[in-house]
């Protein structure tokens, strides 16, 4: 069997391929799925986008995530481990709070769904940190670009189950009934966590840290920053990460919004949109392992910075044609494949830059960062999309991916150029 193929054959990267699965469920449910429907609805572009706020979980989460990383659950804790427990906890919360936004009406009961949503955003945000740790903990650093992929693949397809699967089942049954089978979906998930392998990590921690007050803060929100802090050029490394996907995350907040606008049907969303923008982000997440693996993680990351600026502008061959499924079908595949490359370089890198004695806490501050411009920018993009128009909006989105190419090109500048190899 040829060497490259048996890392893939081990059972802990199936393990966190399945898992990738559960996490990636959520995220449209309350994202491009639930603005699909709004839409539907009458909801206007700017509501539409001042609702991503209700995302903000995903931002926070480091907040919470020292809970998550430092203590056990009580009971379950006990037979499931720390991670598991953990994780069946929250996927219970994720699926009270799917039947609840499936019964609301965006329309007539905004506060309602706005609250549904926070509490989906909370509990998938929370499950996203459990995950991330279990996989860094769970595999060896020579299988971790292996599992990145992994994670990447099965979180696709989750998206794509709660994307064009769910716009498939809209028109034939409500969207309650949607957003159950979506709940079911996750219920089948976390029976999987029961049976799933617990990280073997032993953490050596002090008896005096455990039994004081101070000790404990100090073990579970202090030290995973302080750690982090110490690296060199640290806020230069945290500003590089919340800018590089800004403008891809401020497009595809729009993009499904803006097939709406131009008159296509939700099968055809589903199918094109959804179901080959997947195909296209899963070559792209595959091409971007290989990048990282042939050129670096330096390298892999400004290439890929830069195919995803120029990739936005594909939206516009759509503007002046309108309703034309082949154009629809290249400017997703190219703005899905060029995504699904800097994913995985930038997942690569925040997995590299965890210290192993924190790990759902720094993930969660790495991985929050990196979604500031999809939650916080992209809350601002129906006033873009309504004050600019489509044309203008796409070249903006492009124009907002500058300043993340320049101050990544600098941090690196050495390593892109092969003057020194990369440390993280």
């Known amino acids: 069997m040829k060497s490259w193929i048996k890392p893939w054959l081990d059972r802990r990267v199936g393990v ?76 219970s919360g994720l699926i009270i709070c799917l039947l609840l936004l499936g019964a609301s009406q965006p329309q007539i009961t905004p506060l309602y769904t706005v609250l549904a949503a926070i509490g989906v955003a909370f509990f998938s945000a929370s499950l996203d940190m459990v995950i991330d740790a279990y996989r860094v903990e ?39 009934w949607v957003y159950a089978t979506m709940a079911a979906i996750s219920f089948i998930g ?69 097939f709406v606008d131009m008159g296509f049907a939700r099968e055809e969303i589903a199918s094109v949109s959804k179901g080959f923008g997947l195909i296209a982000t899963l070559l792209g997440v595959a091409a971007g392992a290989v990048l990282v693996q042939r050129v670096g993680l330096a390298r892999a990351l400004f290439i890929a910075g830069i195919l995803q600026a120029v990739s936005t502008l594909s939206y516009l061959l759509l503007v002046d044609s309108g309703h034309v499924i082949s154009l629809m079908a290249l400017s997703v595949f190219i703005e899905n494949g060029t995504s699904g490359i800097g994913a995985a370089a930038m997942v690569t890198y925040l997995s590299r830059l965890c210290d192993l004695q924190h790990t759902a806490t720094q993930y969660a501050l790495l991985s929050a960062l990196a979604s500031v411009g999809r939650i916080l920018v992209g809350s601002l993009s129906g006033f873009m999309a309504e004050s600019l128009g489509w044309s203008g909006f796409f070249i903006a989105a492009t124009l907002l991916a500058v300043p993340g190419l320049l101050l990544l090109f600098w941090h690196f500048r050495r390593e892109i150029l092969g003057l020194k190899a990369i440390q993280i």
């Open 16 to 91: 966190v391929l399945i898992m990738g699965v559960s996490s990636g469920l959520p995220l449209a449910l309350t994202g491009s799925t639930l603005n699909f429907w709004q839409r539907l609805e009458g909801v206007s572009l700017r509501e539409i986008g001042l609702f991503g706020l209700v995302q903000l979980a995903y931002l926070l989460k480091f907040l919470w995530a020292p809970l998550l990383d430092h203590f056990t659950l009580p009971y379950m804790g006990r037979g499931l481990g720390r991670r598991r427990s953990w994780m069946i906890l929250v996927n």
């Open 138 to 176: 769970l595999l060896p650093a020579d299988k971790q670009s292996q599992g990145v992929t992994a994670t990447q693949y099965g979180y696709q397809f989750g998206m794509l189950i709660a994307g064009a699967g769910a716009l498939t089942l809209s028109v034939f049954l409500s969207w309650f």
């Open 190 to 258: 976390m029976v999987f966590m029961f049976f799933c392998p617990e990280p073997k990590l032993v953490i050596k921690i002090s008896s005096q840290k455990v039994i004081t007050l101070w000790g404990s803060i100090r073990d579970s929100v202090v030290d995973p920053f302080a750690s982090f802090m110490k690296r060199q050029n640290w806020l230069l490394i945290l500003l590089m990460i919340v800018l590089f996907k800004l403008g891809d995350a401020v497009a595809g907040r729009m993009a499904n919004l803006f």
